[in-house]
C-alpha cells in the first residue's frame, strides 16, 4: 500500500480554481493532469516513475515548480535507466558493463509509455515481466539479502534516526511524568481543581391567563 499524498498545481496562473488535481504530481501520468479518465494504467505509470528513480537515484519529472514538471511528464524525453544509471568505469580505456539486465529498460520504458494503449494494462503484468528479468540473473533476492543490502546503505541514517525517536519517547515519558507528580502532590494538599458544575437553568413558570368571565376558585 502506497501513499502518494496530496499535490496540487498552484503555481500554473493560467489554471482556474475549479477542478484541482489530487495527486503527487511528479507521479501522476499525463492523462491524470489533463483531466482525463484515469484507469490501473496510471498506477502502471506512478510504478514506472518510482522503479527509475529507484534505479538511477535522481528525480524523473520532479522540477522547480509544479508547471514545469507538468510539462516535463507531457513532453520531456525519458532516457532509458542504463543511460541515466551511474556505473563505475573498470579503467579509463573500458567501457563499464551496464548495471542491469536490458530487458529493465524495456519494461520502464512501457510502463512510462505515454500512449496508453502500449503501457502495460496492469501492474501484475509488469510485474510478470520483472520476475523473468530477476529468474534469468539468478531469481529474485531473498528478504534476508536486502535487508543486509539496506542495512549497508543506510545503516547509520537508520541508527540515527532510531536514536532520534527514542530520546523523543524519553523526553515525553518525562513530561509525562512531572505532571503527574505535580498533579499528584497538588491534591494531597488539599488543592483540588475547581469543577465548575453546570446545572440546569430553572424557567420561571408563568400562570396562564383565566379565561374572560371566568372567576378563580373559592
Do not use: N
Amino acid at each position: 500500500m502506497l501513499d502518494f499524498g496530496v499535490s496540487k498545481i498552484a503555481s500554473d496562473r493560467k489554471r482556474t480554481g475549479t477542478g484541482l488535481l489530487k495527486g503527487k504530481l511528479p507521479y501522476m501520468a499525463p492523462e491524470q493532469i489533463q483531466g482525463e479518465v484515469a484507469d490501473p494504467r496510471a498506477d502502471v505509470w506512478a510504478v514506472g516513475v518510482m522503479l527509475w528513480e529507484a534505479l538511477t537515484g535522481e528525480r524523473l519529472f520532479d522540477r522547480d515548480t509544479d508547471f514545469l514538471t507538468y510539462q516535463a511528464i507531457l513532453s520531456a524525453p525519458i532516457p532509458s535507466v542504463s543511460a541515466a544509471a551511474p556505473a563505475a568505469a573498470t579503467s579509463a580505456t573500458i567501457a563499464a558493463p551496464p548495471r542491469y539486465p536490458p530487458g529493465v529498460d524495456h519494461v520502464i520504458a512501457r510502463a512510462l509509455d505515454r500512449d496508453l494503449d502500449a503501457r502495460y494494462p496492469t501492474a501484475r503484468d509488469l510485474g510478470r515481466d520483472l520476475v523473468r528479468i530477476a529468474a534469468d540473473v539468478g531469481g529474485a533476492a531473498p528478504r534476508e539479502q536486502i535487508a543486509d543490502a539496506v542495512s549497508a546503505l543506510c545503516g547509520e541514517r537508520l541508527a540515527t534516526r532510531r536514536r532520534a525517536i527514542a530520546t523523543a519517547i524519553a523526553r515525553r515519558t518525562q513530561q509525562i511524568a512531572a505532571a503527574t507528580e505535580l498533579s499528584t502532590a497538588a491534591t494531597t494538599d488539599g488543592i483540588r481543581p475547581r469543577v465548575r458544575s453546570r446545572s440546569p437553568r430553572r424557567r420561571a413558570s408563568t400562570p396562564l391567563p383565566s379565561p374572560r368571565g371566568s372567576r378563580p376558585a373559592p
